[in-house]
């Protein structure tokens, strides 16, 4: 099938199988002209990318996960699981980065309720 066929399966935009290509991630054999030919299995393929993309992984992270994809086992299913287990770590750090400027800038908004009350004139208090 031709990319915008595959597009119009899996909801990915051309742009992105593109994108996908170039970061190895997905294959693709050409046609005389030029134009990008896939197989019905790149339509799994292309949905297991945009769950892993969803999950917040980087292509570079996709990429060491797809040796588990392509060649299962034991070895490939472990390492999978290692990387994905130092992704959620890295994952968490940020999450609990966040939580911690969150926390900042709620307090920075007490701040300015509470000054912001003390500019209120008697007239407007009332």
Do not use: K
């Amino acid at each position: 099938m031709r990319i915008g066929e595959l597009a119009a399966q899996t909801g990915a935009s051309v742009r992105s199988l593109r994108y996908y290509e170039q970061q190895g991630l997905l294959t693709s054999t050409r046609s005389p002209s030029g134009q990008r030919h896939y197989t019905a299995a790149e339509t799994e393929r292309v949905g297991f990318i945009q769950r892993m993309f969803a999950a917040g992984l980087s292509s570079r992270t996709i990429a060491d996960l797809l040796p588990c994809v392509d060649s299962p086992g034991e070895d490939t299913s472990d390492a999978a699981a290692e990387r994905m287990a130092r992704e959620r770590d890295r994952l968490t750090g940020h999450i609990a980065e966040l939580i911690r400027t969150r926390d900042s800038l709620d307090q920075l908004i007490a701040v300015n309720r509470a000054h912001r009350a003390t500019l209120r004139t008697p007239a407007q208090a009332s």
